[in-house]
């Protein structure tokens, strides 16, 4: 599958913005779907993942109560509402996708290796 991040972009601290992952192929609706994200200097880090039901979603503490995962297979596209947004969510954010049926842990367990599609990332910058 094929992924297209977008919906990035330079919001103020306590805004709000939503992030769109596009993707092509028949089986989307089989698919594991997550967020990551790489700060400046800093590696790439779990968001939040969801699966292909849409029915578990998980997220990472930092953003957990602000950031909302969900789909919609009939667009094949995910999406990331992000409010409340703080200067430590500055990153570039990056959607991944891999069949569900090939985790061989629980999701709330997924690593970045897990994943084996990646959009092209899309970036978020929050002032202060």
């Known amino acids: 599958v094929q992924l297209q991040a977008s919906g990035g972009g330079l919001v103020q601290a306590g805004g709000s913005l939503r992030l769109s992952c596009a993707a092509s192929?028949?089986?989307?609706?089989?698919?594991?779907m997550a967020w990551f994200r790489q700060p400046p200097g800093k590696e790439r880090e779990f968001v939040a993942v969801?699966?292909?039901?849409?029915?578990?979603?998980y997220y990472a503490h930092p953003v957990k109560g602000r950031f909302t995962i969900s789909r919609d297979n009939a667009k094949n596209t995910m999406y990331l509402q992000m409010n409340n947004l703080e200067p430590e969510d500055t990153a570039v954010y990056y959607c991944?996708?891999?069949?569900?049926?090939?985790?061989?842990?629980?999701?709330?367990?997924?690593?970045?290796?897990?994943?084996?599609?990646w959009g092209q990332g899309t970036q978020v910058t929050v002032s202060s």
């Open positions: 969801i699966s292909w039901s849409g029915g578990s979603k």
């Open positions: 192929g028949r089986t989307f609706s089989s698919y594991a």
């Open positions: 991944a996708a891999e069949s569900e049926s090939s985790f061989k842990a629980p999701l709330w367990a997924a690593l970045e290796a897990d994943f084996g599609s």
